[in-house]
């Protein structure tokens, strides 16, 4: 796996056919990820993620997978899409094993950085659930503010 950039305790490296079977525990975790991706109950297969890693690493999109410095562990993937201009939409999921350590408020600051940095982003938007009080706390804790609401989610941005 090709390291692009790290942080205090994350490696973050492309995206990889290696780690697919770790994507899929992940996203297939309906109670602590699956319905904060858009709220459907569905479960991805190995071939929908191997299409889904071929696919950005074919369009050479910013999403990144995050392993532990220390462990060696996965702990998520991180991804800007959407991109227009000098903004785009932030996509973050950690497993459930490593969410409430630090490491989205690490993740959600190196990446916005590495936005800023090498993408010459001045805007950053993200969606929540309205659901993920936790995850709405790491954004606003990371310096984004919220600009609109509806009964599903919650729409906040960065300007940097």
């Known amino acids: 796996m090709k390291q692009v950039f790290e942080s205090e305790n994350i490696r973050f490296v492309e995206v990889s056919e290696q ?6 525990i992940m996203v297939n975790d309906y109670e602590n990820v699956n319905r904060f991706l858009g709220g459907e109950n569905k479960l991805y297969s190995p071939e929908q993620e191997r299409n889904w890693v071929k696919e950005k690493l074919a369009e050479k999109a910013p999403v990144f997978s995050m392993i532990g410095k220390k462990n060696g562990e996965f702990i998520g993937n991180i991804e800007f899409f959407d991109l227009k201009e ?16 630090g490491y989205g408020t690490e993740a959600i600051r190196a990446f916005t950085e590495y936005g800023t940095d090498h993408l010459g982003l001045t805007r950053i938007r993200l969606r929540a659930n309205t659901e993920n009080d936790r995850a709405i706390h790491v954004y606003e804790k990371c310096g984004f503010r919220e600009y609109a609401r509806n009964d599903e989610e919650v729409s906040m941005e960065l300007f940097i």
């Open 86 to 101: 000098k903004e785009a939409e932030l996509g973050i999921a950690l497993t459930a094993k490593m969410q409430d350590r």
């Open 19 to 24: 780690l697919i079977e770790e994507y899929l």
